[in-house]
């Protein structure tokens, strides 16, 4: 195909407006009839050329990720919107339901584990009190039944002695008065206090009635506990004598089965209060527990999972822009993955050329390029513009594949999306280069006149550009080369 051919199928190279303009620039002349032009040094800008589109680069496209009813609309087209601003609110509804059973599920959840935790820590049995152990019915490695007896723990620091006192004398006895107690295999007494009062008298011996008074006191260090002893609380004297007990005494129990897999005490041994004494294996009760956790972790995923898909339904502007299109309002019904509304971000105008496959490979980003039109007044505008993409997929038509590039804009203003442009892309310039008028070069031949002589020559051209060609052999300054005729 020549570069006539080509011309032929799209109009990129500029022609000069006027041939005599350009005739008389370059100094033509009249020879034989014929038009002719000097060869001449001077300047020649490549262009790839066409008509092309403003359009919004890559704008935003705004889909329901579910299907529901749009129950809110809260923009119009053309309407300025800020990165997080609702766009659309969508039915939610069934969600919330699924929410709330959720909530139901987990709280159901919680409460299963709860149980299995609780049982499982009944596993370790701990004391109630503080003491000592004074009898201890099993040892490691046996298997008990919830229930099961396990020691007995006396705390011997603080006794107690309950003494019957005569009606008249209890009566005038308070709780907190001093006592006396005196022990029948001891010398010497130990001070007390009147811990209680009993309400009612009790029945004694000899057909006498008294009430019973408690009197606490401190161990004195060698009481064991069963000493017979009497009482005196003030000038009254108890009516018979009592045995001075432990004041705490306590049987710990198993509360689950199972076997025992550690005992931390013996006979002797003293233990605080709240101390582990005996651990129980259950392999029941903690896969119970481990089960119930794991229930409770799928529940709480589950429940994060559905309140998480709350944003599915408020669909929001992913950036600063301008809404372009808007397919659906209050009341439609969106579909998933299908397109609501279009938004541009700002200063994201650029412009789309449609470029013949003839020319695509004079192309690269970054290529300086001119895009002009003319406004109501009749003026002229231009934007200095660059080659941002070239589409590597050409679209056929016609027997001719054409490629889009799109063009960044220095400035945008005055233009917007959809307005026709002329589109310059510039591919080569050269500087004070041997020229010649492009028509005057035919396959590589130009007709010269030398001598009064028309011969043809043979020539070396560079770029083209402007109604130029440039000439690197064949031809020198001066050199008259015949124009085809009109």
Known sequence: MTEGEKMKRKHYLVLPLALAVLLGAAGCQKQSGAPTAAAEYGSIESLVEDS???????????????SAKITACHFEEGDAVQEGDILYELDASDLEDQIDQAEVSLKSARQSYDQAASACADLTVRAEASGTVTTLYLHKGDFVSAGTPIAEITDRTAMTLTVPFSPDEAARITPGAAAEIIFLSYSGSVSGTVARVYDTPSALSGGREGVYVEISFKNPGALAGGETASARIGSAACMENGQAQAATSQTLYA???????????DTGSAVSVGEAIMTIENDSLTGSRDSAAIAVENAEVALDQLIARREDYVLRAPADGIILTRTAREGDFASAATPLATLAEENSLGVEVSVDEIYIDKLFTGQDATVSFTDDSGQSREYSASVRRISQAGVTSGGVTNYTVELTLDDTDGLRSGMNVWVSIVTGARERCLRVPSEAVSGGVVQVQRGGKTEEVSVKTGISGGGYTEILEGLEEGDVVLLPAS
């Open 255 to 265: 509360t689950q089965s199972g076997q025992v897999t550690s005992l931390a005490i």
């Open 52 to 66: 092309g589109t403003v359009v919004h680069r890559d704008p935003y496209s705004i889909y329901a990720l579910v």
